[in-house]
């Protein structure tokens, strides 16, 4: 199903702006010349009706009557236990979805979430927007031509800020740091290295802030392939950091190593504001390109760069994580068909 009968602009709503993305999005579609950001429902009026004002558009109380007012597509970035609930309503209204990360809070929710959009013909992304920014790209490439040889290891970060509210809810979240920042180093390695995960190992704990989920963790994983690779996911960033974190990688291989920093392009801002100094990031958007390709997907009736399974594939690693935590051993990856 595509969406060319529609006119020139893609006409899109936004469900929720619950996750702090959602805004970085609305924003990226209002930049684009062949779409057009036609509506917010959110289910907290406060919050959406002042989004609706911001971008210039149209707040909706309920989900159900944006998504019969004509929508072509949604972006979806409610409380990660929310996304099916969400996705599987746009999929039986025809509505194509951009869903946050991660795709679920489980396994199962996924697939439903999966085989719903593919019963009705609609394209289901994943919000990765880290396949899209200059340097990963490059880096991926670099890999595909040979530079470093045979890639032996990887060695990840993703740090950052602890983001408060409803994040540190689990019925909400689904977990804490380890859910939040390895669903997208995991996109990453299955995507650069053209592979799956064959295990992980994980310890993970709570460090830096007093509550009971987790904000820390140390995780190694084995590929299909025999590459061995270790992610540090947290929330170890302090309030007044001047960013919100990072995303780096060390890809080491018979012939030379990549190093690669996702977010290194900025500038240093000093003021007088609660952070006295800021990273402001320049350069091209990745989330303006994450939607764009969306955009274009959906239009063209093709593929977007990560889709509903490749959610899927990342969510199992990080659910696979916290077995092993739990279990003190091994946890090895039992993907399920979809």
Known sequence: MTAEHQGNELRIGAISFAHMHAHSYARAVCALPDAKLVGVADEDENRGRAAAEQYGTRYFSDVDQLLGSGVDAVIVCSENARHKEHVVMAARSDVHVLCEKPIAVTVSDGVEMIEACRVAGVSLATAFPVRHVPAIMRAKQMVDEGKVGEVLAVKATNHGRMPGGW????????????????????????????????????????????????????????????????????????????????????????????????????LVEIGDSQR???????????????????????????????????GLRALEVALAAYESASCGDVAVLNRVDC
């Not at 963790?217 to 007044?240: C, H, V």
């Not at 764009?292 to 977007?304: C, T």
């Open 167 to 266: 994040f540190i809810k689990r019925e909400l979240s689904g977990g804490g740091a380890v859910i939040d920042h390895t669903v997208h180093v995991a996109d990453l390695l299955r995507w650069i290295l053209k592979d799956e995960f064959k295990s992980v190992y994980a310890e993970i704990d709570t460090r830096f802030h007093d509550f009971d989920i987790d904000d820390c963790g140390t995780l190694a994983f084995e590929m299909e392939k025999g590459i061995f690779a270790t992610l540090d996911p947290s929330w170890s960033r302090p309030r007044n950091y001047p960013t919100w974190g990072d995303v780096a990688m060390e890809i080491i291989g018979t012939d030379g190593v990549i190093s690669v920093d996702a977010f290194s392009q900025h």
């Open 276 to 310: 006295p100094v800021r990273y402001r990031g320049w350069g091209d958007s990745s989330d303006l390109a994450l939607v764009a390709d969306f955009v274009s997907a959906v239009r063209e009736g093709s593929r977007p760069a990560a889709d509903g399974v490749d």
